[in-house]
């Protein structure tokens, strides 16, 4: 994780055209051959920054109070995970968002963004088949997991851009992380439009 701070702080002050591999690996006090050991590209060097707020958001999820439902329990993941002060400061989402803007003028850095962001939906397809599935005994040791539905893998590709287009959109502005343009608004916002989507197989709750 060295490394990835190292790659961003020089990406948010020199750009990423004027950062070359071998400044990184001066910056993180390593030998550029150590980098190349870890890391394909100087591009690549961010992805475990991309792929710690990903996990940060799948685990919220996974930690939501078992009687929430899924919409309710997405939520309550974005508010604890993209509100500036709850783990991640304001100046770390400034960072996030110059290294999202990147992203969008680097055909390399997008796809590292975008490998994050797929496999994140494994991940969250995975968290939702076991909150679906709600508690049971552990399987035997060397039981296969149960492979994941169709509906599963699409709810979690929903859900993920959701969040990652709420990020995105945030990112391509001036706002600030907090208040009503932050992720966080646009990502519950984003979700609240989702309201007649069948999350789980389900018909949607009715609300008033």
Known sequence: MEIARAAAALFVRRGLR??????????????????????????????????AGARRWIEAVRTAPAGLPVP?????????????????SAASWEWLRTLVRLADTSPALRKVWAEVCLSSEGALAEILAARESG???????????????????????VAGAA???????????????????????LALRNLRALRDFEWLGNPPALRP
């Open 18 to 51: 004027a950062t070359r591999a071998e400044d990184i690996a001066q910056a993180a006090g390593i030998a550029p051959r150590t980098f190349y050991r870890y890391f394909a590209t100087k591009e690549e060097a961010v992805a475990p920054l991309y792929a």
């Open 163 to 185: 969040v990652r287009v709420a990020v995105e959109s945030w990112a391509g502005t001036a706002a600030r992380p907090t208040g009503p343009e932050g992720p966080a608004s």
């Open 135 to 157: 508690p049971t005994a552990p399987a035997p040791q060397g039981t296969p997991e149960p492979a994941l539905t169709p509906r599963l893998r699409f709810a979690a590709a």
């Open 72 to 88: 309710q329990a997405l939520e309550h993941a974005v508010r604890h995970t993209l509100t500036p002060g709850l783990g991640v």
